[in-house]
Nanobody
Framework: QVQLVESGGGLVQSGGSLRLSCTRSGTFPSSYIVAWYRQSPGKQREMVATITSGLVTNYADFVKGRFIISRDGAKAVYLQMNSLKPEDTAVYYC?????????????WGQGIQVTVAS
């Protein structure tokens, strides 16, 4: 059974940084896009950032200039979160799916809590 696992969450002060990691039990196939989503209290799930095996990245407007998505080949995908704000508080989810399929499908991690104190 394929499993995505997120790590690196926790509590941080406003303005601080956290680095999230996402690993897959069988590594990430080169044809799969990897994405970070988040869901905060009272809000819908939203895309945060995506990355392909070719290192093409995309960011939501609300994290541009603050967050960086990167990867260690097919082993892991990271989300470096800088200049964190209280509104970044959310459960963050790793997602991966074949690049030709629609976003929101594929495999999902269980989510990891990020809390930014004000």
């Amino acid at each position: 059974q394929v499993q995505l696992v997120e790590s690196g969450g926790g509590l941080v002060q406003s303005g601080g940084s956290l680095r999230l990691s996402c690993t897959r039990s069988g590594t990430f196939p080169s044809s799969y896009i990897v994405a970070w989503y988040r869901q905060s209290p009272g809000k819908q799930r939203e895309m945060v950032a995506t990355i392909t095996s070719g290192l093409v990245t995309n960011y939501a407007d609300f994290v541009k200039g603050r967050f960086i998505i990167s990867r260690d080949g097919a082993k892991a995908v990271y989300l470096q979160m800088n200049s964190l704000k209280p509104e970044d508080t959310a459960v963050y989810y790793c997602n991966t799916h074949p690049i030709w399929t629609v976003p929101g499908g594929g495999e999902w991690g269980q989510g990891i809590q990020v809390t930014v104190a004000s």
